[in-house]
């Protein structure tokens, strides 16, 4: 991507996938500064431990989870694999 940054990349990637979560991971600490420029979900400031980085994909996964239970009108589709193995 030269010439971009995450933060770019998020902001086409919420325009082009408006209900996509984006997680950005970075040792970057100047983008806690200001205003947040991007639509970012979460924002893992690394060295982070796994259990965080899991933590910010659950949460993301069942926030998106709940939002297409609701856009279905009660019926559920699985992309990929669910966790129980089903599809």
């Given amino acids: 991507m030269p010439g971009h940054d995450g933060l770019w990349l998020a902001t086409q990637l919420q325009r082009d996938h408006p209900h996509t979560a984006v997680v950005i991971a970075t040792a970057f600490t100047d983008l806690l500064d200001g205003e947040q420029k ?10 982070f431990q ?30 990929w694999k669910c966790r129980t193995g089903s599809t």
Wanted: positive net charge.
């Fill in 50 to 79: 796994r259990e965080r980085f899991t933590l910010a994909v659950d949460q993301r996964a069942a926030v998106g989870e709940n939002r297409r239970s609701k856009s279905s009108n009660g019926t559920r589709s699985c992309r």
């Fill in 38 to 47: 991007a639509p970012v979900a979460d924002l893992l400031i690394k060295p």
